[in-house]
């Protein structure tokens, strides 16, 4: 059974309210017939893909100044329902604006001491915020690094439109991973198109972890796979993007492509072991 660190936990009516969540359908050449109607359908599809536990995305961009994303928000009490109602399946972690100052910390804090959350997620591009903005960000990643909990940050291009994706280089993060070693950062999308940059990053602050997802398995840059089978092999993470891209058609095309060429173990660190370490379960 397999952890999936990187889930949307969207239905196909919040989804086609959102402008640049639809070109980001686009993007994947997704059929909108087919996307989930309801979380039982995201439960559904993790049984018949045997992933026993996914890491729900929040998302908060309502003092976001861009137009775009004013339907974009997933308040975080609806997060928490969703996760009660999965029989412990779905953690969440949260979604906040980091342009909304002292009151994105405030909720922040009543996510994780009172809704019980495991981690802050953070799209930079979507919030127009770069990561390593100490007045905006360094509170908030204070917060994490003491709570221990971490924070998942998009990295790289993205398939939403109407933002910019100079908010998402990687580069970004290494400053960040500096000024709080002790913070768990999950670089995801490993940073493409700058995934050398990433790696590095990675390398430098132990601290840092790469997703795999947004990616078929068959697609990721061979670039990558020395540093999945060899250094960095304690710090990837299996990821799907859902519902962009489907758990059992990740792990299918993970199967026939990428793991034998795997060495012993590495699989079993990258499905579940890795995430295990990254959530102290």
């Excluded at 009660?84 to 994105?104: H, I, K, M, Q, T």
């Excluded at 913070?183 to 490993?190: R, T």
């Excluded at 840059?221 to 990821?239: E, M, S, T």
């Amino acid at each position: 059974m397999s952890i999936d660190v990187h889930v949307h936990p969207w239905t196909r009516a919040f989804m086609k309210k959102n402008g640049p969540i639809m070109k980001a359908c686009g993007f994947f050449k997704l059929d909108v017939s087919k996307l989930p109607t309801s979380t039982e359908d995201l439960l559904e599809e993790m049984d018949e893909a045997k992933v026993s536990k996914a890491i729900i995305l929040g998302q908060d961009a309502h003092a976001t100044r861009n137009p775009h994303f004013k339907n974009y928000t997933m308040k975080n009490d609806a997060l928490r329902e969703i996760s009660r109602n999965s029989r412990d399946r779905l953690v969440p972690f949260a979604g906040v604006d980091p342009n909304a100052g002292e009151a994105a910390l405030r909720e922040l804090k009543r996510a994780v001491n009172e809704l019980g959350f495991k981690g802050l997620k953070v799209h930079s591009s979507a919030n127009s915020v770069y990561p390593n903005d100490r007045r905006k960000m360094d509170p908030l990643c204070g917060f994490c690094e003491e709570a221990g909990v971490p924070i998942l940050f998009h990295t790289g291009t993205t398939g939403l439109g109407d933002c910019d994706i100079k908010f998402s280089k990687p580069e970004h993060l290494d400053e960040v991973a500096q000024r709080f070693p002790d913070l768990k950062i999950v670089m995801a999308h490993f940073g493409w198109p700058w995934p050398d940059v990433a790696m590095a990053v990675a390398l430098r602050n132990p601290n840092v972890y790469l997703d795999l997802s947004g990616w078929r398995p068959r697609y990721i840059p061979a670039g990558v796979l020395p540093y999945l089978n060899g250094i960095l092999k304690d710090r990837f993470l299996f990821g799907t993007d859902y519902p962009m891209m489907r758990q059992k058609e990740w792990l299918d095309d993970f199967e026939s492509s990428m793991k034998p060429r795997l060495r012993p173990g590495v699989a079993e660190k990258l499905l579940r072991g890795n995430a295990r370490r990254l959530l102290s379960a």
